[in-house]
């Protein structure tokens, strides 16, 4: 496979999402990706509908572009196949809690004594170390545990389950890509090899950056609809006539102002930039009730003329069918694994 990674090859022991995803983007990339798993290994991917062919739809997604090998781990033979492939794949991702791949023989120190350029990438949810280590958990717990859920959702209802997989892919998935990738340069630079490990809620509690300056050096707890960006001011999502949603972030001046012109209330222009929260709450009734009297596609219609950050909530196949979207090319054509193709989201780096 063509791309700027075409020289790195990689072998993948990690199931459900976040090491999947992450080494579909390095082969998305270009990366030469050989994915090992055992046959009779329980992966929520796999058997999570909707199904396509002989796996769901989400399992043939995360296998864009790689090669797979059937190996299980504890039988005979096994962790010779691994030592063998590992002198030739000099990059290693596994998802398991700590010690495992070390009790199965080939952990860090046992790979790295036959390939020493070895770069190692272990993804968990609480790291290698820490009192959490062996701990089982799932995106939902690394948000809880991070701080993230604290100050997300409505006063009055706490924190809502995400749509997305935060800690998954933002944390797992993305710092493990960040930390292999500067791991290759650090070794183009000294021959060394690194052991790369990724805790998926250290990662969450990173993610963190605005409200987590706020709360630990500006002393301001963060809480649900307190701040600028959650939901304290006018910055918001906002009910249309017909129940459909739109998202108003016009905090700049010159937006701010567009925004009020268009919704024909000028004259609240100065409650825009008030740090005052009656203001906020005052200017949030206005802009709500205005909105609340036209449909979703008239809104669509007027704020299509209005650069004021002003966009529709769109669904997901909405959002595949907008013009911005197709013109990026983010949803292509992948292998199912049964000679049939189908639609998957496409990979968001662009090299020119």
Known sequence: MSGPLSTLKILDFSTLLPGPYATMMLADMGAEVLRVEAPDRVDLTKVMPPFDGKFSTTYSYLSRGKQTLSLNLKQEGS?????ELVQEYDIVVEQFRPGVMDRLGIGYEALKAINPNLIYCAITGYGQTGPYKDRAGHDINYLALSGVASHCGRADSGPPPMGIQIADVAGGSHHAVMGIL???IQRQ??????????SMTDAAFALNAMAGSAALAGGQPQ???????????????YQTSDGRWLSVGSLEPQFSA?????LGIGEMKSLT????????????????????????????VIFAEVDACVEPVLTIEEAAEHPQIKARRM??????????????????????
């Open 189 to 198: 630079q000294t021959g060394q090899g690194a052991f790369i490990d990724i």
């Open 182 to 184: 500067a791991a290759v």
């Open 331 to 352: 949803v292509v054509e992948g292998d199912r694994g049964d000679g049939h193709s189908q639609n998957q989201l496409g990979h968001p780096i662009l090299f020119r």
């Open 79 to 83: 962790v010779e196949k691994v030592k």
């Open 258 to 262: 567009r925004l009020c012109d268009t």
């Open 223 to 237: 809480k649900p609809e307190s701040g600028m960006l959650n939901g304290g001011t006018f910055y918001d999502y």
């Open 273 to 300: 930039m008030s740090q005052n929260p009656e203001h906020q709450q005052k200017l949030k009734a206005v802009i709500k009730e205005r909105l609340a009297a036209k449909t979703f596609a008239e809104w669509r």
